[in-house]
């Protein structure tokens, strides 16, 4: 008897990781079938290419939000985005997964674009929001304070005041 893997032939199929980018608009973490985001940095790190060592990949959404990282090999990988400038993340703004033989990881169902009924590949849909990102960009509220000298409740060109204190709550 020969010793193990002495005669014995191992394969993996390449695997891929598929998600997308959207902004967040009310804020809630959740995509509400909210706008898509095109031209963000998505960055995996992980042996991509097999040889044991940390590799790292960069892709940008298409204009769709979407991105891609194919010809995987089996293993533990990071992604991460690049906030678009003013900014903030709703979602995670990293993702780590593993992907093992024959895996397609999708964000949504139909993304690895599989339709031959005998390709090897399986997609395996993630939960949300697992390789998806949101952004909400940050906004402001501007106003000014005026003495309302004839008291109609409107601003006709009145004095501004100055050092009175405004509350924003919420």
Do not use: C, M, W
């Not at 809630?28 to 044991?52: F, K, M, N, Q, Y």
Request: net charge negative.
């Amino acid at each position: 008897p020969q010793t193990f893997p002495t005669l014995v032939f191992g394969n993996a199929y390449l695997g891929s990781i598929h998600g997308y980018k959207f902004e967040d608009v009310d804020g809630d973490g959740r995509d509400s079938s909210e706008p898509r985001l095109a031209g963000v940095t998505i960055t995996l790190t992980g042996d991509t290419d097999g040889d044991g060592t940390s590799d790292t990949l960069t892709t940008t959404t298409d204009a769709n939000g979407l991105y891609d990282f194919t010809n995987l090999y089996p293993g533990r990988y990071t992604i991460s985005e690049t906030p678009p400038a003013g900014s903030v993340a709703t979602t995670s703004d990293t993702y780590t997964v593993t992907v093992d033989s024959r895996q397609e990881l999708v964000a949504l169902a139909g993304q690895a674009g599989i339709t031959d009924p005998n390709d090897p590949r399986v997609e395996v849909p993630q939960t949300f929001p697992t390789l998806v990102f949101g952004n909400a960009y940050l906004g402001s509220i501007h106003g000014y304070k005026f003495e309302d000298v004839d008291g109609d409740g409107r601003d006709s060109s009145e004095p501004r005041l100055a050092g009175v204190t405004i509350t924003l709550t919420g």
